[in-house]
């Protein structure tokens, strides 16, 4: 059982910045891949970000060049800095754990950039 604790969202103004971290209960460098998600209302939960234990990411293109995930083996954290934001980024932000057989899911962190 993995337990992934967010943190760090709020309220942002548009064109300004936000870092986002997640907390795992257990090593990150055993797990295949961590991403975050974000769900805005009535929209599907979508990926953000990617990041493998190999080092490999993947974006969304939407976020492209404005988000970088990252990690810290040593504290066992996954984080999302966010720059340049838009009013389209407000969402719900959910920090996932991937292993070879199930995902785990965070409690989510709201995200509301202000125009």
């Known amino acids: 059982q993995v337990q992934l604790v967010e943190s760090g969202g709020g309220l942002v103004q548009a064109g300004g910045s936000l870092r986002l971290s997640c907390a795992a209960s257990?090593?990150?460098?055993?797990?295949?891949?961590m991403s975050w998600y974000r769900q805005a209302p009535g929209k599907q939960r979508e990926l953000v970000a990617a990041?493998?234990?190999?080092?490999?990411?993947n974006y969304a293109d939407s976020v492209k060049g404005r988000f970088t995930i990252s990690r810290d083996n040593a504290k066992n954290t996954v984080s999302l800095q966010m720059n340049s934001v838009k009013p389209e980024d407000t969402a719900v932000y959910y920090c996932?754990?991937?292993?070879?057989?199930?995902?785990?899911w965070g409690q989510g962190t709201q995200v509301t950039v202000s125009s």
């Open positions: 996932a754990a991937h292993t070879a057989w199930t995902t785990y």
């Open positions: 257990v090593s990150i460098a055993s797990l295949n891949r």
């Open positions: 990041l493998t234990s190999a080092g490999t990411t």
